[in-house]
């Protein structure tokens, strides 16, 4: 998998929100990359940038004050950073599609779920103007709606928040896109539910053979659905390795503290492990060092003072933190 | 404040519910005339001993909130009966109701909805003394002090407003207002599922600490199975109204004997990349508690529905010591 070329290449990117005339950025500097058919799981807790990155890969990031500053957004070896709004037209919903987490707002009310779905054919495929129709009956089917004839001509709100998810990946995938780029897609569905759509969404992952960047808070998906993971806190990425050592080597204190942090079925830990403090806001993130120094464990004096850079520690596992950082004196200090 | 203290003896129960039932009628048609019922809490039987935690779990709309927020008595049950301390508190009113209601607290889920946003920190928590009659002008916001500091709280957080706090924090405001009267019972409805895991920890610690320490009685009700399970010493999971299993938390993760309670547990995304177990997947969406179906409420979604189940509606029973199942399979 990794001798092939990538199909998203993130390089950089910084992705700044203009707050009374200041510019602060809530995706600093972070690069990873999507190959081929691989599922990546971008995890964090709320306010680490996970959204925010993956609305400035496909440019929905708010007009008014959003913008990307510097980086690099590299699909196929193209950089999309400055395309038109025309020329991401053309790509968004074709190469690229997204789900949402909330099903509900995703989707027009006033329009019937046959009319969403034959827009996204009509505009994105040359499809026979009296095929659309049936192509989306078809598409309803192969998410596993039952009565797709008859939700056609439904409206959302006559829909469940999983039937509703389940359309919105039917949308998705009706151009065979290359990149899923789904963002909490189960967060606001029940347990039994979720486990629904991950099968199924592993089901149409491989049937379309795309790539599927999804971004979640829950470890537990992380591990049932990644190949990879780039673990982020307040807008860097602090650790990026496979699924595998993510859960039994991980490296960068943040990682560790919230693996143990997990209530689990099979533990019997009175007390469980927790992060002191909170995430620190946008507008009060440390203007220097590293940006967990506050609440990590084994934070040291130079951590106020020197900012970690994203290093490799061994192949294909990269932390951002100065205990793996060769080029300091404290390099692997007991942690 | 003098309480009754007509209990005949002090039994091990602190809360016994019986039968309990909470129906939200359905009004339509031009003279708004009763339709049908949202059965939204369909008999249910449960008891919670002193200094326990009982874990109530349960998919959105299978009446766990229902539940808790019935047998806080902030809504009318439809029937059955609460016992409090073994004395009915199904049908109080007036004082009888506002004087129980020191004993019951709360915690609710959305700590962005349920402070006061017009209210200073330090008065939110002492309204409940001041409502009581509780302590003096000066010793009053010593006592909230110490709370403030018992929750994990700076002192100038008194000063502050709501919105100034994260999610978490405002949790802590939240416990330390049902705290400031020592209730005996604290129900907590989804007490953490509005904060992220690093936060959710700190929540959960903190709530243990302060049960032990207050002896307290907890009636935690959450949708995270594994949430509850470390948090509770035994655990009901609700399904569409009813109460399908009840049982030691060890129990019902170890050996879970309803359908349900083991498709639920299976469903759960292991934070375990090397343990992928094999999956009951459910079909379906939960039915309509407005009209839900004949027989089991369970059996249209259940692997393993036999022909009677669509007939006959199982009741709990007990299958082994303070084990009890509502499923055919086990009758």
Known sequence: MSSQKPLLEVQNLHTGFNIEGETHYAVKDVSFTVNPKEVVC???????????????????????????????????????VPLTEEEMNQIRGKDISMIFQEPMTALNPVLTIGYQMD??????????????????????????????????????????????????????????????????PTTALDVTVQAQI????????????????????????????????????????????DVDRLFYEPKHPYTKALLDSIPRMDDHREVLNTIRGIVPSLKNMPKQGCRFVDRCPSAMPECTKIDPALGEVDKGHSVRCILYDASHPEKKAEV | MAKETVKTEKSEHLLQVQELKKYYPVRGGFLRRKVGDVKAVDNISLELKRGETFGLVGESGCGKSTAGRTITRLFKPTSGNILFEGRDITNLRGSELRNLRQDIQMVFQDPYASLN???????????????????????????????????????????????????????????????????????ADEPVSALDVSVQSQVLNLLKELQEEFNLTLLFI?????????????????????????????????????????????????????????????????????NPPVGCP?????????PECSEKKPQLKEVNREHRVSCLLYE
Do not use: W
């Open chain 1, 198 to 241: 991950l099968e199924l969404i592993t089901k149409i992952q491989e049937e379309v053979g795309m790539a599927m960047l999804l971004i979640t808070h829950d470890l537990g998906v992380v591990a049932e659905m990644a190949d990879r993971v780039v673990v982020m806190y307040a807008g860097q990425v602090v650790e990026d390795t």
């Open chain 2, 222 to 290: 959450a949708h995270d199975l594994s949430v509850v399970k470390h948090m509770s010493d035994r655990i009901g999971v609700m399904y569409l109204g009813n109460l399908v299993e009840v049982a030691d938390a060890d129990d019902i993760y170890q050996d879970p004997k309803h359908p349900y309670t083991q498709a639920l547990i299976s469903a759960i995304p292991q934070p375990d990349p090397r343990n992928k177990s094999e999956r009951v997947i459910l079909s379906g969406d939960v039915p309509s508690p407005q």
């Open chain 2, 117 to 187: 946003p017009k209210m200073m920190v330090g008065s939110i928590i002492s309204e409940p003394l001041v409502n009581y009659g509780h302590g003096s002008e000066g010793k009053l916001k010593d006592e909230v002090m110490q709370l403030l500091e018992r929750v994990g709280l700076p002192e100038d957080a008194y000063y502050k407003y709501p919105h100034e706090f994260s999610g978490g924090q405002r949790q802590r405001i939240g416990i330390a207002r049902a705290l400031a009267l020592k209730p005996k019972l604290i129900v």
């Open chain 1, 119 to 184: 827009e996204v054919l009509f505009n994105h495929t040359d499809t026979r103007k009296e095929e659309i129709r049936k192509k989306s009956v078809q598409l309803l089917q192969q998410v596993g709606i039952s009565r797709a004839d008859q939700i056609v001509n439904e409206y959302p709100h006559q829909l469940s928040g999983g039937m509703r998810q389940r359309v919105m990946i039917a949308m998705a995938i009706a151009c065979q896109p290359q990149l899923l780029i789904a963002d909490e």
């Open chain 1, 42 to 80: 971008i995890v964090g807790e709320s306010g680490c940038g996970k959204s925010v990155m993956s609305l400035s890969i496909m440019d929905l990031l708010p007009k008014h004050n959003g913008k990307i500053d510097k980086g690099h957004i590299l699909f196929k070896g193209n950089d999309l």
């Open chain 2, 298 to 306: 369970f059996h249209p979604r259940c692997p393993k529905a036999m």
